[in-house]
């Protein structure tokens, strides 16, 4: 499989680890400051360095591309790719808003190649750990969950808080973990309706810090979400979640169920996953993420 990237910081070098340990062939990189893409060229052992996805595509000999650039550049590079019939892999958030969404799925339904949003937590052993119970029944009717993407004592910088660049803040950034992973553990239901009450609060940021989600899915469940940066504490991880049922509770980080009996007595079931684990963001992860993409290609 030959795979090309845009974008040379953190998440781009991380995708392109996951590529090399698939046994891909890592063909081209893209990237406007040419120092940053000789670098990550040298890395990985790339040979093709160019400044636009336009002269990628034109170049040819690319069967994948990660999209992991700044979100501004998400639809128009995904976009672009599609109908060039290259398979895309673009990092969330999938778009600056609806309309560049909805054109980015307009474009790979007329296009012979796939995309797929990257939300690494779906790989996750623990939340597959926990999801497997709920499907099987063991919490009972979920009735509703908790769920965080916050950053403690922390948030990024650069391009991250500019709304032209970004088009959200900490929600787009950290709360959109903690959406995707209970809806993952739902098994995907579709939003009812949402309220969300997002400020600015810690830092001089002309995108929000801080959150709070409520989400009434189609099938009856309340999610409370939070997201922030710089928070000065958190009740969970990121990605961490509760989901609440009839029967009992379920969580990841720590991941465990418990179960009640009629006379209101808990039982524990534990998952035997450590926690904390030592890497909270493994880079298994995202090889799982990309793993699972090719398999799809390949069965196209």
């Given amino acids: 499989m030959n795979i090309a990237f845009t974008g040379t910081g953190y998440i781009s070098k991380i995708h392109a680890q996951a590529a090399r340990n698939l046994g891909a062939q890592l063909v081209a990189v893209v990237n406007h400051r040419s120092e940053s893409m ?17 002269e990628m595509l034109r170049a040819g000999g690319v069967e994948v591309l990660v999209v992991g650039t700044p979100n501004y550049l998400h639809a128009p590079e995904t976009i672009a790719a599609l109908r060039a019939g290259v398979h895309v ?3 969330k958030p999938m778009a600056l808003n609806a309309a560049e969404a909805r054109a980015m799925l307009d474009a790979g339904a007329n296009a012979p190649a796939l995309l797929l949003v990257a ?22 009717q979920i009735i509703r969950t908790k769920g965080y993407g916050v950053h403690a ?12 660049f970004a088009g959200g803040g900490a929600l787009a950034d950290m709360g959109i973990h903690a959406i995707d992973t209970v809806r993952f553990l739902l098994g995907d239901p579709q939003p009812a309706s949402v309220y969300a009450r997002i400020g600015t609060h810690y830092k001089n940021y002309d995108v929000d810090d801080t959150g709070v989600i409520i989400v009434n899915w189609a099938d009856g469940v309340s999610s409370y979400i939070e997201s922030g940066w710089w928070q000065p504490h958190c009740d969970g991880r990121e990605a961490a979640t509760q989901l609440y ?7 990841i980080f720590p991941t465990h169920t418990t179960s009640t009996n009629a006379a209101g007595a808990p039982t524990v079931h534990p998952s035997g996953f450590v926690h904390p684990r030592a890497d909270h963001s493994p880079q298994s992860l995202y090889d799982a ?6 398999d799809c290609i390949r069965q196209q």
């Fill in 89 to 91: 892999l673009v990092e």
């Fill in 153 to 164: 004592n922390w948030g990024p910088t650069g391009w991250f808080t500019e709304a032209r």
């Fill in 245 to 251: 049922g009839t029967r009992g509770i379920g969580s």
């Fill in 38 to 54: 000789a670098q990550f060229a040298q890395q990985f052992g790339i040979a093709r360095q160019h400044a636009d996805v336009g």
């Fill in 119 to 140: 939300h690494c937590w779906r790989f996750d052993p623990e939340v597959l750990w926990l999801r497997a119970r709920a499907q099987a029944g063991e919490l009972g």
């Fill in 289 to 294: 993420q990309l793993g699972y993409f090719f």
